[in-house]
């Protein structure tokens, strides 16, 4: 990696795609620049573009101290407050309900477990149950894994073996994307679920003054290559660390190229292999970052803030919307909400 320690430009560096291999091994001359001191970002010129050649990385390095959720809810309480409890990113890992507890107890080799299980993982697909392990910021996992709306009439528990804690999984292959600010050499994590870190990175108290010093402030208008970095960094689902060897990034820090240090398939192949939530989040990224187009991105679609993806029957029609619509939009393909992936197991 370039020893770019600091933040990144993330206004230099784009280069036309030279080889497969080239870009990642030359990157960028390291002009870093404090967040602060940032230029107002410049637009994604078009073309066929090496993913790899902009911007720094923090792979290797160690998590940044940041300001904690409860900080930013102090004095974010009347906007962002109201709607983040219910925010999935918020709760993708929540404290066991009643719920998930009567569920567990139906079945007489997990009903023990109910008795120490501490959360939930998961919604509609599949559930897994953590605990607290005994080592600092790591979860142990059940082994078992459960559909919570399955039929009645089949338990959800037939197939489960015999269920056990697993110390290991959620820490090698789950952590980067469920929890905040992981450290990939000793695997743990300094918050349960994502924070406001997750999306906004190292935050600076100054942007009290001047918005345009925190990432995604309406202010910045942040370039579509660095939105792309930063969702990316979770919901492309099928991507590996190079330093890592890790399914999800090495210590990426919002403002980063994610794809310095993650690999992804980014070929047409690779997107049309996906289920339909998945391959328009693919789409969108290699649209961005190789094919260079700026105009569309998650922000486009969704606001985070509000959980509503409503906007998007404003944007133009192209190629995207046929990963969910049937030929026009007011039909939807009967299968657009289905969804597999290898890495969340399910
Ligand atoms: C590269 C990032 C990444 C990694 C690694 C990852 N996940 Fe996920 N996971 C996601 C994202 C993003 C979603 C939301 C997907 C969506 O809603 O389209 C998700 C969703 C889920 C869900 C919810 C499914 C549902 O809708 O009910 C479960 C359960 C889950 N993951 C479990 C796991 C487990 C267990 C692991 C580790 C074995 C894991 N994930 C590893 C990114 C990741
Ligand atoms: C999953 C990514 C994500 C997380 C996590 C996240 N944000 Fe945001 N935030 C965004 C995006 C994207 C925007 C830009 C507006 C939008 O799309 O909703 C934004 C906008 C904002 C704004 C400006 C909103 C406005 O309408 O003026 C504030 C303030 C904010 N976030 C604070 C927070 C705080 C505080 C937290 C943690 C409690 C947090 N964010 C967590 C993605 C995130
Ligand atoms: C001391 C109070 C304070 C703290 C702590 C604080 N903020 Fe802010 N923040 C503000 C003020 C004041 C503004 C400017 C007015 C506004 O937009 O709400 C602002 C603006 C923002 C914006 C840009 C809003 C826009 O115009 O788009 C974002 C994003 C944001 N804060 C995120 C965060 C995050 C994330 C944290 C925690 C890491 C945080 N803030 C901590 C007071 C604070
Ligand atoms: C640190 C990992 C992470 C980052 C970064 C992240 N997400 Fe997510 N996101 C998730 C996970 C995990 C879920 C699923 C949570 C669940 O249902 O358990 C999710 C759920 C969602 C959902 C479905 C739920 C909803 O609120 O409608 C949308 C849409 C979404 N993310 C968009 C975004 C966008 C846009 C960005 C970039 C601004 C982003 N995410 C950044 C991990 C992440
Ligand atoms: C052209 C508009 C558009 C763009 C661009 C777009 N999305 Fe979506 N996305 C949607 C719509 C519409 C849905 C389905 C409606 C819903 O579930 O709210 C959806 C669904 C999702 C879901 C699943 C929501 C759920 O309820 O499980 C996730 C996660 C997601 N998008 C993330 C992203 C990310 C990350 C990006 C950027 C890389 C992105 N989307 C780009 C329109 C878009
Ligand atoms: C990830 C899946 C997804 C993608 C991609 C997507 N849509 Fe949708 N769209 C939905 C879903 C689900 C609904 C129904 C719920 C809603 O209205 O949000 C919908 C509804 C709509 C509606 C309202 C239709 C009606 O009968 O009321 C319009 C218009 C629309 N989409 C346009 C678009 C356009 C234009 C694009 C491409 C730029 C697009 N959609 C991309 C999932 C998607």
Redesign the pocket.
Known sequence: MVGCAQKCSTASGVRRRAGLQSGFALGVAAVCFALGTLPSPAADPPGVLDPTAWGCDHAGTAVPESITGDECLFCHRVKIGPGWPQ???Q??IRNIDPEALALLKTSKSHAPFAEVAEYV???TNQWRFLKRSGAYGRLDMLSTRVHPTGQKAVSPFADAGAPHWEPDTFANQCAG??S?GVDSRNKTFSAIS?GCF??HGEVDLDHTKDTIKVL?AQKRNDPARV?MS??G???IRTGRSRSAALPFPNNFVPGDNLFRDFAVDLSDAAVAKLSPVDRHVLQNVCDVVVRGKGELT??SC?S?HR?S?SRHRRQPRSAICWSCHDGDVDKLLPNWSQANSATCGY
Do not use: A, M
């Open positions: 925010n999935r990113h709760s993708t993982l998961g919604r994307c469920h905040t994502l997750s999306c995604l939105v930063i969702c960094s979770c919901h998650c922000l969704h985070v959980s993806s």
